[in-house]
């Protein structure tokens, strides 16, 4: 894919590392012409120096030819007109709204129209303040949050003293709002489990649940062997 960035800040900067190491070609814009010309240093992408409100920069860009254009600038009203334009110019293009504030976000969410120009709207604040809140609620887990869900992915260690090592899925008694996703053993090895696959004895279950079923599904988990 061919994507551009809106911005080289601290996010801007880590997505398009991110997108580079995965095979992606980049192309970033940056106003600030001492920021554009570190980050130039450290990406291999195109490093525009200009506004992406600007049609001239985007054409610059080759926003015609690219695949998605991601405004990740700490700018709301930036990042809302930036993406209206690229829009406008490439209505093929999946755009990526950052808004910082939280409030904002809901309505773009909410508003039907407002998805014609703004495919993904995202507000780190607001999964940072999401993550910190059910690290401090819930404490204890590896997890990824999925706030819109209201759900979470989170992975536990199995080990030999887990009381769930060597049991079936089945006899776990999981509460009805989780999934085990995935089973890895020792080795890595990945199983995709059905209710009669037999947890390892050393590894790693993944597992999808409700946030009001993660502490039934802790105590599940990292229960240990009654000693005999």
Not at 65 to 93: S, W
């Amino acid at each position: 894919m061919y994507i551009i960035i809106m911005g080289a800040g601290r996010i801007g900067t880590l997505v398009a590392r991110m997108l580079e190491n995965a095979g992606h070609d980049v192309a970033i814009i940056e106003m600030n012409k001492e920021r554009a010309k570190e980050i130039s240093e450290h990406i291999t992408g195109l490093v525009i120096e200009g506004d992406a409100t600007d049609q001239k920069v985007l054409e610059e860009a080759n926003i015609k030819k690219a695949d998605a254009f991601a405004a990740l600038t700490g700018r709301d009203d930036a990042n809302i007109l930036a993406c209206i334009l690229a829009k406008h110019i490439n209505p093929n293009l999946m755009t990526i709204l950052r808004i910082t504030d939280p409030n904002k976000k809901q309505v773009f969410e909410e508003v039907k129209e407002l998805k014609t120009y703004f495919d993904i709207v995202v507000s780190p604040e607001d999964i940072a303040a999401n993550y910190i809140f059910r690290t401090l609620v819930t404490p204890g887990f590896d997890r990824v949050l999925l706030p819109r869900e209201g759900a979470e992915i989170i992975q536990f260690q199995i080990t030999e003293d887990s009381a769930i090592a060597g049991k079936p899925v089945r006899e776990l008694g999981l509460p009805k709002d989780s999934l085990i996703i995935a089973i890895y053993d020792e080795k890595g090895n990945l199983v995709i489990p059905s209710g009669d696959t037999v947890l390892p004895t050393k590894g790693q279950v993944v597992i999808f649940a409700k946030s009001s079923a993660l502490q039934d599904v802790k105590k599940i988990m990292e229960a240990k062997k009654k000693e005999e």
